[in-house]
């Protein structure tokens, strides 16, 4: 169980780092979709669907 929620929070830390990345203007095609692969296979798409609803609201 400690590993799970371990690699539960390398994605959801993997996850804003690609916010960083996308607030700096730096995010690439690619990173983004290894991050977005990364949370649909372990459970976290909607975690990255909330923080990319954020940080598009941040820029309006």
Known sequence: MPFKILQENNVKAEILN???S???GK???DE???VT???????QFAFLK???LSVTNQFK
């Not at 692969?37 to 459970?43: C, E, H, I, R």
């Open 22 to 24: 996308i607030m700096l």
């Open 27 to 29: 995010a690439t095609k």
């Open 18 to 20: 690609l916010m960083g």
């Open 50 to 52: 909330t923080e990319l």
């Open 37 to 43: 692969k990364l949370a649909q296979d372990n459970g």
């Open 32 to 34: 983004v979709h290894r």
